[in-house]
DNA sequence: TTGAACTATGCATTATATTCATAGTATGGT
DNA sequence: ACCATACTATGAATATAATGCATAGTTCAA
């Protein structure tokens, strides 16, 4: 009924009072200009103008139509624009999923230059799954994931954005300090500091403490690391973390890193993403930066 | 580009997330649809669903055009209620212009009642014309025009709507007060007083005063009505108004009304229009309403 | 009164949207 | 694993609508 193309004419020919001008700018013939707003009339019933002399005037009915479109065709340009940014991979909504604690501080320094580079895109980050972290990308929940733990599935992608090595953490005067490497049998009778999440998903369990069937003395949850470490630095218990991230806390807490085994377990943090979407310019970048960031050791 | 009906298409398949259902509310056949969503998305060369499995889901630009649609949309079919309201008369801007300074109190009656009947229609009132009211109502600034002194013009429709009699206010002590009716001579030494208009278009004067060759003592003018009774109440002047204008403020003001001459200076209140107006239904029930509002005298 | 500049309109043409018929694809039950 | 079912996609034919052409009608100013 009430089309866009009606909108702008409305527009056009108030500006230029005239079929003939207005016809021009809106590329079409007079003629079908005079045609298309007579069947506008007759389909709503209403006459729009009239016809003063040589020119045209709004009638009231008119007018309104024009207020409506200077308030409709602004949103709609503007939609246009940023249909164009979608369209080129420069607008969109980067949700991320985490599936790992200490990615999180990780992700803090791939979000800031990212944002900068693209100020189109928005991130979402999401800590929590109802289905954990694939599923949510499969489902669209989410369209990146950060996790320590590829699976490789047909439908989507998965590739290393950065490797660290998981190290002990100890207290500044812990006796297991100035080791060089600790065996499993160390941490007999320590406290063990994790984050809350299920011990088969632990390197520190199912890399070295499992292989050698030892438990420590006792296991402790907590949820952020900040409180880890304070413990750690209190020598209330010893927890595994990246060495990147105890170096970045080295000055704020007395904390030492000390090798778990003689070669030290080596991670590797991986992103995954849909294959359907590995084409689309904003995620490959996020990745890019993602591989770029700097980190400590 | 992108129509209205794409904007439609996008909510509705978002509702029933079904090509075939969609298809059936928006009464397209699925095909229509099919090959419609295809090429909007060739258009803007954005995926707008992913194809999941049966059914479709938004992409992230689709999820944007579908916030887009529930703000637009809603505009339009507002839009759409308004224009059936103008196309049946029911919705509009009466622009009211006024000729004569008493004239604004009658309108007043006019106005509560219909504002009532016709609650769509806007009344402004202009009481100051560049041109005068006649061009006003010929360049469409105005669209009803009350004058006590209507122009036969071809484009233009005059009718009278009431009728009153002019007369001379004096007050309650004044020495012509209980005089059946007054000669021109009778104002010989008074102070007249009236509305800030050119002579020949009062009444007083062109019907009166001017025939007989008489001027009175002094002419003052002011603009609204209750000083110039206070005036007049107090000795202070004479001054002609409607009878039914008086009648209404005699009890307010110690003042009388006194017959202008033998007869009487009938005059009638006319509210003109454009022709081409004269079928808009809430235009002509103003004029209905205005020919049966009641005034004493 | 006339010519220039505009709008309106019938008809032919072109472009666009829709349908039909059918192939292709995912889903869930057996 | 297969099949019936319910859906989507697509090419070609068709229907519908928009546009342009040619021209007539109107307005206005010189």
Redesign the pocket.
């Given at each position: 009924m009430l089309?866009i193309?009606h909108l702008e004419i409305i527009q056009e020919l108030d500006k230029q009072?005239?079929?003939?001008?207005?016809?021009e700018t809106l590329?079409?013939?007079?003629?079908?200009?005079?045609?298309?707003?007579?069947?506008l009339e007759q389909q709503l019933g209403v006459a729009l103008?009239v016809?003063?002399?040589?020119?045209?005037r709004l009638t009231q009915a008119g007018l309104y139509l024009l207020s409506l479109s200077s308030r409709i065709l602004p949103q709609l340009n503007h939609a246009e624009m940023m249909i164009q940014q979608y369209a080129e991979g420069k607008a969109g909504n980067l949700r991320i999923g985490l599936e790992c604690y200490p990615c999180y501080q990780w992700l803090l320094k791939v979000v800031s230059p990212y944002l900068e580079a693209w100020p189109n895109i928005d991130i979402d980050v999401k800590q929590k799954f109802k289905f954990g972290g694939l599923d949510a990308l499969e489902n669209y929940e989410i369209d990146l994931l950060v996790t320590p733990d590829p699976i490789f599935k047909e439908d989507l992608l998965f590739q290393p954005v950065f490797d660290y090595e998981q190290i002990l953490v100890v207290g500044k005067n812990h006796p297991l300090k100035d080791k060089k490497y600790i065996q499993p049998t160390d941490l007999l009778n320590e406290i063990l500091i994790t984050y809350p999440v299920p011990a088969d998903r632990l390197d520190i369990y199912s890399q070295f403490l499992i292989p050698a069937g030892i438990v420590p003395h006792q296991h402790k949850t907590i949820e952020t690391t900040d409180i880890i470490l304070q413990m750690v630095e209190s020598h209330r218990g010893v927890t595994a973390l990246p060495l990147w991230l105890v170096k970045e806390n080295m000055k704020q807490f007395k904390i030492a890193p000390v090798r778990l085994g003689k070669h030290g377990i080596s991670k590797h943090i991986h992103v995954g993403i849909r294959k359907k979407d590995q084409e689309l310019s904003y995620i490959q970048s996020f990745i890019d930066q993602a591989m770029a960031v700097e980190l400590y050791g």
């Open positions: 089309e193309i009072k005239s079929l003939t001008k207005a016809a590329c079409l013939s007079q003629s079908a200009l005079s045609h298309t707003i007579k069947k103008w016809r003063d002399g040589r020119y045209l």
